[in-house]
């Protein structure tokens, strides 16, 4: 393929039409203070040993999860992976830069595919699933927009629990179309009524199970309710490792649930690559984003797989296409379904107890500290506590005792200065009884 660079009357144009005065405008979000104004201080020739010290030397500033005790989720979770995921997707078979769909060639890869849709299809409790999407919360944009076509209604309604950068990327996608957004405020004690917004305008409620600040809640009534306007239930779940412990979405009503799938099979990886879940109800198969893989027959009887839809702009006519932003995230398909393959149904429904049991051991830990409130009653694995002052220095007082304690609530919620003393506090099978006792004396010393 040639290489087509741009030229200064393309970035010209292009900057005109998003209304840009400048490429350096594109960046005004980053802080002035974390901006270079001179080029990074590297030797401009040096050795291949020499270059590998000096990176090293600057990657050991970072804290990153695995050196610390890690508390934090908020929608990415520190999980432990075998080896033998990893071993198992680095097969040249498997490991391409691309993943290849010609029946004819790619049989493993499409099989994989069909046993990860159907995971996922028994995870979620729903009857078809696709495979697959980025992650999270681009799947829960595309579900939103997968309501307003089956509903042909354009009022979407967001829980105010919904993680806020899932709510972001609905409202982005969201203003390219006629779109009537209605986001709750977030209600950090969990006792948001969604059901009187519900109306016959109403094209889908989109909420997070658990939600963002830990809570378990029946999402029944919020189905029968949307059921009853002929609105669509949708549900986002942000650690996968919950559903082998909690009731699955589509048990309680939802017709579409979307999910990140980072949990299991692929690490922090410092933000991404992740793995979007997507799945729904059988009547709106052709009315879902990306692909699916289905399992056939040949001529001469053999079982086979095939790309069965495939409703993308590559495809079909971009004007018909469901979605112009899937991707199939193949390798992080692969090391889920090689992972919960491993886990197996009754693994999966042990590692979640394990998570559970961490999360109870900590919250109960961190309770009786003084100036310290749990909000959350009913979690998995991962609570809100209400701290006696702003959260975020107290993050910033723990690091210095090794400790990664949470996400502040202001973090989460930037504009919303009730949140401020709120800490989001997540546990795993990864976190020690040391590392909890170290957080509580730490937490402690802290808050003294």
């Known amino acids: 393929m040639r290489y087509l660079p741009l030229t200064p009357n393309d970035r010209r144009d292009m900057l005109a039409v998003i209304g840009a005065p400048s490429v350096d405008d594109l960046f005004r979000d980053v802080?002035?203070?974390?901006?270079?104004?001179?080029?990074?201080?590297?030797?401009?020739?040096?050795?291949?040993?020499?270059?590998?010290?000096?990176?090293?030397?600057?990657?050991?500033?970072?804290?990153?999860?695995?050196?610390?005790?890690?508390?934090?989720?908020?929608?990415a979770y520190r999980h432990h992976i075998p080896a033998s995921v990893d071993h198992l997707i680095q097969r040249s078979e498997f490991l391409t830069s691309y993943t290849p769909y010609q029946p004819e060639i790619a049989q493993g890869t499409l099989q994989y595919l069909f046993e990860f849709q159907t995971q996922v299809a028994l995870l979620t409790g729903m009857e078809v699933a696709n495979a697959s999407m980025y992650d999270g919360s681009t799947a829960c944009a595309e579900a939103v927009e997968m309501a307003r076509r089956v509903?042909?209604?354009?009022?979407?309604?967001?829980?105010?629990?919904?993680?806020?950068?899932?709510?972001?990327?609905?409202?982005?996608?969201?203003?390219?179309?006629?779109?009537?957004?209605?986001?709750?405020?977030?209600?950090?004690?969990?006792?948001?009524?969604?059901?009187?917004?519900?109306?016959?305008a109403t094209a889908c409620v989109v909420v997070?199970?658990?939600?963002?600040?830990?809570?378990?809640?029946?999402?029944?009534?919020?189905?029968?309710?949307?059921?009853?306007?002929?609105?669509?239930?949708?549900?986002?779940?942000?650690?996968?490792?919950?559903?082998?412990?909690?009731?699955?979405?589509?048990?309680?009503?939802?017709?579409?649930?979307?999910?990140?799938?980072?949990?299991?099979?692929v690490g922090l990886n410092y933000g991404g690559p992740y793995l979007g879940l997507f799945a729904a109800r059988a009547k709106f198969v052709r009315q879902m984003p990306g692909?699916?893989?289905?399992?056939?027959?040949?001529?001469?009887?053999?079982?086979?797989?095939?790309?069965?839809?495939?409703?993308?702009?590559?495809?079909?006519?971009?004007?018909?296409?469901?979605?112009?932003?899937?991707?199939?995230?193949?390798?992080c398909s692969l090391a889920f379904t090689i992972h919960l393959s491993l886990l197996g149904e009754a693994g999966l429904t042990r590692l979640a107890a394990l998570n559970h049991a961490r999360a109870v051991q900590l919250a109960e830990k961190l309770e009786g500290i003084k100036g310290v409130t749990l909000l959350t009653q009913g979690f998995f694995n991962e609570f809100t506590l209400k701290l006696?002052?702003?959260?975020?220095?107290?993050?910033?007082?723990?690091?210095?005792?090794?400790?990664?304690?949470?996400?502040?609530?202001?973090?989460?919620?930037?504009?919303?200065?009730?949140?401020?003393?709120?800490?989001?506090?997540?546990?795993?099978?990864?976190?020690?009884?040391?590392?909890?006792?170290?957080?509580?004396?730490a937490l402690t010393k802290v808050l003294a």
Request: hydrophobic residues 45%; contains cysteine.
């Open 31 to 75: 802080p002035a203070a974390a901006v270079l104004d001179r080029p990074v201080d590297l030797a401009l020739h040096a050795g291949e040993l020499e270059v590998e010290r000096t990176i090293a030397a600057m990657a050991a500033k970072n804290r990153h999860s695995g050196a610390l005790a890690s508390f934090l989720g908020a929608g």
């Open 151 to 200: 509903t042909g209604r354009k009022r979407i309604i967001l829980s105010g629990n919904l993680h806020p950068q899932y709510a972001e990327v609905v409202e982005t996608l969201a203003r390219l179309h006629d779109t009537d957004l209605v986001l709750n405020a977030p209600a950090p004690a969990g006792d948001e009524d969604l059901v009187p917004a519900i109306d016959k």
């Open 291 to 331: 692909r699916l893989c289905g399992e056939t027959l040949d001529a001469e009887g053999k079982r086979g797989y095939v790309l069965t839809l495939s409703t993308r702009e590559q495809h079909i006519r971009r004007e018909k296409a469901t979605s112009n932003i899937c991707t199939n995230s193949g390798l």
């Open 208 to 265: 997070q199970y658990p939600d963002v600040f830990g809570h378990v809640r029946d999402l029944a009534p919020i189905a029968q309710a949307a059921q009853a306007a002929g609105a669509l239930l949708i549900v986002a779940v942000t650690e996968v490792v919950a559903l082998g412990a909690l009731i699955p979405p589509g048990a309680m009503g939802a017709d579409i649930v979307v999910g990140e799938g980072q949990s299991i099979g």
């Open 388 to 441: 006696d002052r702003d959260a975020a220095p107290v993050v910033e007082a723990l690091v210095e005792a090794g400790v990664l304690g949470g996400v502040p609530g202001g973090r989460l919620f930037p504009l919303r200065h009730d949140c401020d003393d709120l800490l989001v506090v997540a546990a795993t099978e990864t976190n020690t009884d040391e590392e909890i006792d170290r957080f509580a004396a």
